[in-house]
């Protein structure tokens, strides 16, 4: 069955510091990849999609993600964060055009 | 901008009891979707519609009735409360499948 993992449940980044957040997924086809972001509180907004073509895909708020089909993996990354990108981090795998699998989600500290 | 809108956003039943959840959007999306969320579990399709009068089930569619009138609502529907349904339930739509999704600011319900 596809699935989706996020292997850290909390990650601690001081602020100005570099950002990668870790996203596998078991897919059989070539997948439709997401991240979106929840702030406390919120639903949950898109930062970026890849659908085919060039693997690094750029998004909103200064993230960018890389995928890589030889380690099936869509990491995202940010140069420099903010005390505002503290949040929760979704990734998901399109495994149709109208059902999406969710990973479990990345808690995003960041100190001062 | 009202975008997808959902009410109401805290709700307490007691086991037995019905309510519904109120879904609406001014974006004339034909994709709507009811996820749930629970802590470590990332999201849940419940119930997703592709336009209206057609809905179909998700992942997790037992003790949820959906139903699509207008391209706008698409309201969820518990029969029979249970506490196994407490969470925080999301509304999403989208204007092509399940692509770029709009959610809604969430439902908190608590059943006792």
């Known amino acids: 069955a596809q699935s989706v993992t996020q292997p850290d449940i909390h990650i601690t980044v001081s602020e100005g510091a570099s950002l990668e957040l870790r996203c596998n997924y078991s897919y059989g086809a070539t997948p439709y990849l997401f991240w979106y972001v929840q702030s406390p509180g919120q639903g949950l907004q898109l930062l970026l999609k890849y659908f085919s073509g060039d693997t690094l895909v750029q998004g909103i708020k200064g993230f960018e993600a890389e995928f890589k089909r030889s380690q099936s993996s869509f990491n995202l990354r940010k140069p420099s964060v903010h005390w505002s990108d503290a949040a929760e981090y979704f990734c998901a795998v399109g495994e149709s055009n109208y059902q999406l699998i969710w990973g479990a989600g990345t808690k995003l500290i960041i100190k001062p | 901008n009202a975008g997808v809108t959902q009410t109401p956003k805290f709700q307490v039943l007691k086991t037995g009891q019905s309510m519904t959840l109120q879904c609406a959007q001014d974006m004339n999306h034909e994709y709507m979707s009811w996820y749930r969320q629970d802590p470590g579990m990332g999201l849940r399709l419940i119930h997703y519609?592709?336009?209206?009068?057609?809905?179909d089930q998700g992942e997790v569619p037992n003790g949820y009735n959906v139903s699509r009138s207008t391209t706008e609502d698409f309201p969820l529907r518990l029969l029979s409360a249970a506490p196994s349904q407490t969470s925080v339930y999301f509304c999403?739509?989208?204007?092509?499948?399940?692509?770029?999704?709009?959610f809604g600011e969430g439902s908190r319900l608590t059943v006792l």
């Open positions: 999403a739509s989208s204007y092509s499948g399940a692509r770029e999704l709009f």
């Open positions: 519609s592709v336009g209206a009068g057609i809905t």
